[in-house]
């Protein structure tokens, strides 16, 4: 939905809060993907449209986003199109579930259209906003269902949806205990700005999907909006409708603290400078205003009305430190020079700035009348306010704001690069047709404004007098692992995606075309094709499905796009799109659990192929890998594959071990792809034979006496991060638990007693969980199984480690120091065996053992279980173990022998 009621603005700041909106990390693994798609309300729409794929929300299990070949609507008028809709989501009521949803909203696009239905939960009682107007419902945040559509020869063809509900909201009805007026209260006085006036203020009643230590939770509140000028920032706060807690707030405010180096003299402080024409400049003549012309020409009759200042077509600049830019007239050609102009050298910094926001905004007016007409048709001219009263700050609120030079950093109104990536928040804003206005993805996008100009991967270079640049967006930052709820960050991942697909379309054209016509097309194309898939509004996890919706050009995705292939590769690397975190293979496979003796064991696994289109190559082959002594050898088992199904066995093996195995896949390309992606590091395991149960708990109820300290390291907040609750996908763990709710686990993420943990472990830690004793006298060996998923660093330099009483009994695999990047990283819930000889009593112990690197998710556990196994004698004691037991019994025979010949020799006497 478009949201268009309230202009956020977005700035660079060091000091200031900003916060960010509600979100959540959406997993694509393939192995909860495969189960998804067997659903019966997905198995029912490919009854009737067999040629569509899926991405499905592995929280509530509904398509995040599907896509295929265009399904007729008829005629593209928004009436027409409302009601074929409609119809469409009530014949597939399970999937879309519409008597959940509001007003079916209809959009038209330059590359698509697009329609929208909130998703919305009924009142118990009505309610009555501020205004004294009735509320009879609450709409859910960013929830509900979006079709795209393309139109072909006068036809509309849904080629794309997607459905984000929450099905726990679809029967209730919700009570509303605090009134609108004492929500404002609260968050005004609450915020981050109590002290300030509020203006602009605006409330809704939304259920907001926030996730915290305990995992998702949907609350019922107030979200009030509102502006302050003193500090700057458009607020939105959420408070609790039930208890009147203020719960969330950020500030549509974007900051940042940067470095910058300039290469071009037209682009940052570096001494250098160029000479622009003022193009479009308003002169006030006396026969009237006349502008001047491309090469800075003017021509008039009689004399100025007024001053002439730096006020033209697309942009009027502002000096709010002072006295305005008089440009005097003089005729013939004149160039204006600050230090001409002045003695002052802070007046002479003030006049640059001036000067050029002018030019700035003049050419990235140039790049918008070709490929964003419609926005300048919304946006037709920027006021931009130069050399306010503060230092190291710039920001967009439907003016560009730039500050003075100070403390380290220089007058960001003097800067190109934050120039273009300011009016690029704009530009997000005003390009959108559908969707929402997102915070990452708006940083995200201005920064592809800003490299599109410069043609840098480097982003606002000279930003403070260090010289660094501020970002460089062609590092790889992989969605969801390096989220770092950070909205400059993380958007980050969207504009490597967006430079990265720039290199991927350099390769292409140049191949077909040359290097000189190709480097120009592939630009020409990829500008086009931005703007185009902006206009849905996505957020960061849809980015791929944006581009992929507006690269279409047949309303056809079953058979591909132009630039399909170049889309996944650049995606891809950032964690977006179906190649993102599977790569062009996916395998699933629901591991083995316990088995008996006297049998061989079925191994089966599924098989996606993604963008098969994109990769010259065939299935070479695949094989099971099993080991039966912890992993010193490996045996090969080959498996079958049949329609996407990858089938074989491991052979029968003796009773009482464990096995572990792992699953790889060959191409012709020579291309591996394996399950789990680690092999070795971290395979399958399971157990063979009888056993009984003594201990075993699911974590449902509060700790089972599980006890955790900080071994080593300084204590601080989160140094012992032990936690038990719910896992909330954060630093690459779970989000969810293996069964019901409750795991223990190295920092679970959110939100904790008003501190906010990221799901990683601490820098230099050690950190223990353990559980108590327990009584397991009287069996000659032990089983200790539980369900694992553990994301820590190559064991040299980080150690996840299970101690059994005081013995360590497993750590994870440790490479060398010239490797050093073998980690341990479960994607999906493992099944971890320990095997044991008898004791009286055992306690298992789980470290973590951090250096002063990288960080991880650490250790999440659940299903924790002790069995006893009672051997027969003949296992006890067997004759090849060469114990006291096999002397005794040798020596008896001869013994036996002796007494029994001097029996019979008496006896025959």
């Known amino acids: 939905m478009l949201i268009c009621f309230l202009l956020p603005s977005f700035a660079f700041r060091a000091d200031s809060f900003q916060g960010q909106e509600p979100h959540r990390i959406v997993n694509n693994r393939f192995y909860e993907q495969h189960l998804l798609s067997q659903s019966d309300s997905w198995s029912d729409f490919l009854s009737d449209y067999d040629s569509w794929d899926a991405r499905f929300d592995s929280n509530s299990g509904f398509p995040l986003r599907a896509w295929g070949k265009g399904i007729a609507m008829g005629e593209v008028s928004s009436t027409h199109l409302t009601g074929e809709l409609l119809g469409f989501l009530s014949n597939h009521s399970e999937l879309f579930h519409p008597k959940s949803l509001g007003e079916l909203q209809v959009n038209h696009g330059r590359a698509g259209i697009y329609a929208h239905l909130e998703q919305h939960v009924s009142l118990k009682e009505p309610v009555l906003d501020s205004q004294g107007r009735k509320i009879e419902q609450a709409s859910v945040w960013r929830a509900g269902v979006d079709l795209f559509l393309k139109e072909v020869d006068g036809e509309a063809k849904l080629t794309m949806f997607g459905v984000e509900l929450y099905p726990e909201l679809f029967h209730q009805e919700l009570v509303v205990t605090l009134s609108a007026q004492e929500a404002i209260e609260i968050a005004t006085r609450e915020g981050w700005a109590p002290f300030s006036e509020h203006y602009d203020v605006k409330e809704r009643l939304v259920v907001l999907p926030i996730v915290e230590a305990g995992g998702l939770q949907l609350k019922l509140a107030w979200e009030i909006k509102s502006k302050t000028k003193n500090p700057v920032g458009h607020w939105v706060a959420f408070v609790d409708a039930v208890q009147g807690d203020l719960f969330h707030i950020f500030n549509e405010v974007r900051f940042l603290e940067g470095s910058l180096f300039a290469e071009h003299d037209t682009r940052t402080v570096d001494g250098d400078r160029s000479v622009s024409a003022l193009r479009n400049l308003r002169i006030p003549a006396e026969e009237g205003t006349v502008h001047t012309d491309e090469l800075g020409g003017f021509s008039f009759l009689g004399d100025l009305q007024e001053d002439v200042l730096l006020r033209g077509i697309r942009t009027r600049v502002f000096n709010a430190s002072g006295d305005e830019l008089v440009l005097e007239l003089n005729g013939g050609e004149q160039v204006w020079v600050a230090e001409e102009l002045s003695e002052d050298t802070a007046t002479q910094e003030e006049l640059i700035a001036e000067l050029d926001q002018y030019v700035f905004q003049t050419y990235i007016y140039d790049w918008a009348d070709i490929y964003a007409p419609h926005v300048v048709s919304s946006w037709p001219r920027t006021d931009v306010n130069v050399n306010l009263n503060d230092v190291c700050n710039a920001y967009f609120d439907g003016e560009l704001n730039f500050y003075k030079s100070g403390e380290g950093c220089n007058n960001t109104g003097r800067i190109a690069d934050v120039s273009y990536h300011e009016w690029g928040h704009g530009f997000h804003y005003y390009n959108l047709v559908s969707g929402v206005y997102d915070g990452t993805m708006s940083e995200g996008i201005a920064d ?278 719910t896992p909330i996908g954060y630093g690459g763990d779970p989000d969810s638990a293996y069964s019901g709710i409750y795991v223990w686990g190295n920092d679970l993420g959110g939100e904790i007693n008003g501190e906010s943990y990221n799901g990683e472990y601490q820098n230099d830690k050690h950190n223990r969980l ?136 008496y006896r025959r006497r």
Not at 621 to 640: C, E, H, P, R
């Open 448 to 725: 592809v404004v800003a490299f599109l100009q410069t043609e840098d991967h480097r982003i606002s270079p000279y930003f403070t007098t260090s010289g660094d640049a501020i970002r460089n967006v062609s590092r790889n930052r992989v969605y969801p692992d390096d989220v770092v709820n950070e909205v400059h960050t993380d958007g980050l991942i969207f504009g490597g995606a967006v430079w990265d697909l720039w290199d991927a379309m350099d390769e292409k054209y140049t191949a077909e075309l040359g290097e000189e016509e190709g480097l120009i097309e592939s630009k020409e194309q990829l500008q086009h094709l931005f703007v185009k898939a902006m206009e849905s509004g996505p957020e960061l996890v849809t980015s791929y499905e944006a581009f992929l919706f507006a690269d279409d050009d047949n309303a056809d995705l079953s058979d591909g796009t132009p630039h399909l292939c170049e889309l996944v590769d650049a995606f891809g690397e950032h964690g977006l799109g179906p190649k993102g975190q599977e790569g062009f293979y996916s395998l699933s496979h629901e591991p083995i659990g316990p088995q008996l003796e006297g049998t061989s064991y079925t191994i089966t696994a599924n098989l996606q192929q993604n963008a098969a289109d994109c990769i010259d190559a065939q299935i070479a082959g695949a094989a099971i890998y099993f080991s039966t002594d912890d992993g010193l050898n490996w045996s090969t088992q080959q498996l079958s594959i049949t329609d996407d199904v990858l089938q074989g066995n491991i052979p029968e093996q003796s009773s009482h071990q464990s096995v572990l195995y792992y699953l790889e896949l060959k191409d012709t390309e020579g291309r591996i792809s394996r399950l789990p992606e680690g092999g070795i590091i971290n395979p399958f395991q399971f157990y063979i034979g009888e056993r009984e149960e003594i201990f075993c708990t699911d974590f449902e109820e509060w700790s089972e006496g599980f006890t955790h300290d900080l071994l080593a390291g300084q204590q601080q907040e989160g140094a012992d991060d032990w936690m038990w609750g």
């Open 770 to 905: 353990s559980s108590p004793f327990y009584d397991t006298s009287g069996y000659d060996r032990l089983v200790i199984e539980f369900k694992r998923w553990l994301q820590v660093e190559d064991g040299y330099y980080d150690q996840a480690q299970i101690y059994i009483n005081s013995d360590l009994a497993w750590t994870n695999h440790e490479s060398r120091s010239e490797i050093g990047d073998e980690h341990h990283k479960d994607e999906q819930w493992m099944t971890h065996v320990l095997l044991t000889e008898g004791h009286s009593e055992i306690q298992v112990s789980w470290d973590i053992v951090s250096d002063a690197g990288l960080t991880m998710g650490g250790w999440n556990i659940d299903d924790f279980c002790i069995y006893g196994v009672s051997l027969p004698k003949e296992k006890v004691k067997k004759p090849d173990e060469k114990g006291c037991s096999h002397i005794a019994f040798e020596q008896s025979k001869h013994y036996l022998g002796f007494f029994v010949m001097l029996f019979l020799y």
